[in-house]
């Protein structure tokens, strides 16, 4: 018996496999430029990575029926979709940045730590979390996914 998997070809999604996939970090990016930046910035950051997600939920959704004309599959797979995005991409990465952030600032103000660039501490120390926590979440997304949703509705 061989694995098929491994010798067909893995279909090119513009929401996974190009840059685009990056328009869903852009609540990242404005978490960790929250301290130096108006709210209203932030809050447009986070519209950005939401509508990413509808049009890769969308993209799936679409994809899915006009391959099976199966509503009730299409459903499911546009609810795995959004659910997983929204989780991974928005939700858990954003407060995760969120408190990164929060926690270097207070801390340097509990330490009393002034430099003309302290401002920016909390910024930097965000953007480089966001390496660090994307693969972590998406797997921890990936098993609460497999253990609840998955379980039951596929």
């Not at 840059?19 to 986070?46: M, Q, T």
């Not at 959704?61 to 391959?67: C, P």
């Not at 990164?100 to 910024?123: M, N, Q």
Request: aromatic share 12%.
């Amino acid at each position: 018996m061989t694995d098929n998997s491994k010798t067909l070809k893995k279909e090119y999604d513009i929401y996974r496999d190009s840059l685009l996939r990056y328009l869903g970090y852009s609540n990242e990016l404005g978490e960790s430029f929250r301290p130096l930046i108006k709210k209203s910035y932030v809050h447009a950051s986070y519209a950005v990575a939401i509508a990413y997600v509808f049009a890769d939920t969308a993209d799936k959704s679409l994809k899915s029926y006009e391959k099976d004309k199966n509503l009730i599959k299409s459903v499911k797979i546009g609810s795995d979709v959004v659910i997983w995005q929204m989780l991974a991409s928005v939700m858990i990465p954003g407060f995760t940045i969120n408190r990164i952030c929060w926690t270097v600032g207070k801390g340097l103000k509990y330490s009393k730590f002034k430099h003309p660039l302290g401002k920016w501490i909390p910024t930097i120390v965000g953007l480089l979390s966001i390496p660090l926590i994307i693969r972590p979440i998406d797997r921890g997304v990936d098993f609460l996914m497999d253990e609840t949703f998955r379980k039951y509705v596929h």
